[in-house]
């Protein structure tokens, strides 16, 4: 059983929006901060954003804030990551990560 499995990267144009998903399980979820990364092609893989246990705080990459939003769903044992505005630098492989644990990835391409 693979603890985080990442969905929803696909190709958009610029200006479109994306909706990541996360799926986690083998841990408990609704103890743990949770994040978003990403690594664009050829480059370190970077924050994106990230979200308490409760979702009661969050906290965004500065190229990200006021386009991105995350969130999750305890219930669920699922992470969002809801992308408007995107632009070409946003292309990468989006990855989420908690409890030491990393997905493998979902790639995310901007380009018109």
């Known amino acids: 059983q693979v603890p985080l499995v990442e969905s929803g990267g696909g190709l958009v144009q610029p200006g479109e929006s994306l909706r990541l998903s996360c799926a986690a399980s083998?841990?408990?979820?609704?103890?743990?901060?949770m994040s978003w990364y990403r690594q664009p092609p050829g480059q370190e893989r970077e924050f994106v954003a990230g979200?308490?246990?409760?979702?009661?705080?969050?906290n965004y990459a500065d190229s990200v804030k006021g386009r991105f939003t995350i969130s999750r769903d305890n219930d669920k044992n699922m992470l969002y990551l809801q992308m408007n505005s995107l632009k070409s630098e946003d292309a990468a492989v989006y990855h989420c990560?908690?409890?030491?644990?990393w997905g493998q990835g979902t790639q995310v391409t901007v380009s018109s």
């Open positions: 083998g841990f408990n979820f609704k103890t743990y901060y």
């Open positions: 990560r908690g409890a030491a644990f």
């Open positions: 979200i308490s246990s409760s979702g009661g705080a969050t």
